[in-house]
């Protein structure tokens, strides 16, 4: 989210950024859902990419609705002053309010996504499955809202952070911002997923139980994870969700700064 962009550019680059993420990590993110849900793993291409439609679409919404807010967010920040630099926690909190208010459009995709990949089917099937009973399209926000602001934070705040740390504090060994990128995006992967999966496996159950046989309210779920596999029954997955969020945060990171100069090159001249 770069504040040389006004909001529809930066969501522009932002959905761009989104659909090729997913079409590239699309099977780490169908692992880390089956493992959560204790489902069994398979390598048939046609199923690890069930539900992608709606994950390009979630993704690329998100992540639009995330660089526009969080750029629009950045610009408010800064007030008088668009030249300075962001402080450390103003960074944060602009990345923690971008993700929380994508979340009100990721919940009920990933929704879709989720069914799709738990039972089959259609797009179309599966949202008319969904919508039988109403309150189903806001199962999950809770734990999504959570998920989405820490991860935001994550992609969109960290990496910017430790870069210029990196370059300021050791210009001898990062004399170039590739190279900092790549410990900024482990870092920026850390952060968001290792904060944020206790919430993304209770969303995750919630959203493949839509029957409520198993896993009841946000609480009721977050209880039943506990006691089945206590503290690690909540880092289910994880180990996929990292692999995915370093190279995503990495690749995001990368995307934005070129993405950006290639659709508006007058902008950043």
């Not at 950024?17 to 699309?26: A, M, P, R």
């Not at 103003?90 to 995709?109: D, K, T």
């Not at 209880?223 to 995001?252: D, L």
Request: aromatic share 8%; glycine share 12%.
């Amino acid at each position: 989210m770069s504040t040389k962009l006004n909001e529809l550019e930066n969501a522009t680059v932002g959905m761009a950024v989104g659909v090729i993420e997913v079409c590239c990590l699309q099977p780490l993110n169908y692992a880390k859902n089956m493992v959560q849900q204790g489902q069994p793993l398979t390598m048939d291409p046609f199923k690890l990419y069930r539900g992608v439609g709606a994950n390009c679409v979630n993704m690329g919404s998100c992540t639009m609705i995330q660089f526009a807010t969080g750029g629009m967010a950045k610009k408010f920040v800064k007030g008088d002053t668009p030249d300075r630099a962001l402080k450390p926690y103003e960074e944060m909190g602009c990345g923690i309010f971008a993700g929380i208010i994508s979340a009100l459009v990721g919940s009920p995709l990933e929704l879709v996504m989720i069914q799709q990949q738990r039972k089959g089917g259609g797009a179309v099937s599966t949202i008319q499955n969904i919508v039988q009973h109403p309150p189903n399209v806001g199962r999950g926000f809770v734990g999504a809202a959570v998920r989405e602001g820490l991860w935001t934070c994550g992609y969109l705040s960290i990496p910017p952070i430790v870069r210029a740390e990196l370059t300021k504090s050791f210009p001898e060994t990062f004399d170039t911002q590739a190279k900092a990128r790549v410990p900024a995006a482990l870092l920026g992967g850390l952060f968001g997923c290792y904060l944020t999966h206790p919430f993304d496996t209770i969303k995750t159950c919630m959203q493949g139980d839509i029957e409520r046989t198993k896993f009841k309210g946000f609480v009721d779920t977050a209880s039943t994870i506990n006691t089945e596999g206590g503290i690690t029954g909540f880092y289910r997955g994880a180990t996929f969700r990292y692999g995915r969020m370093v190279i995503a945060v990495g690749m995001m990171d990368y995307l934005q700064s070129m993405i950006g100069p290639l659709l508006y090159p007058a902008k950043f001249q």
